[in-house]
């Protein structure tokens, strides 16, 4: 996964742009809603068994806008299929399958 740095007005704005996803094969995504509390928050997930601290991905929740409504999110637009540790609170879990998107609310 690319990692692209941004101005600072990239993590605060309003993003009314499409995600694009890189799915399939055996990569998945996963989006990661949050309260607006965690606007600009980088939360980090992980394959479960792997080297935890070696292996974690991490985005941003970002503000977004859709239809008119407003939400916060994260997007991991390309994951290896597998299960995940996500690393917020209550540390939940999540399936990713290859080929699709999976939705998280936490």
Known sequence: MSHTHHDASFWTRRHPESVVLDIGDDVGALILYTSAEHHTDEIEVSLLG???AARRV?????ERQLNGRTFYAATY???PAGDYQVWCEGNP???VRAGGVVE???
């Open 77 to 79: 637009p390309e994951l």
């Open 93 to 95: 879990q999540v399936t």
């Open 104 to 106: 998280l609310h936490v």
């Open 50 to 52: 792997a080297d935890q």
């Open 58 to 62: 991490h985005s941003a929740v970002l």
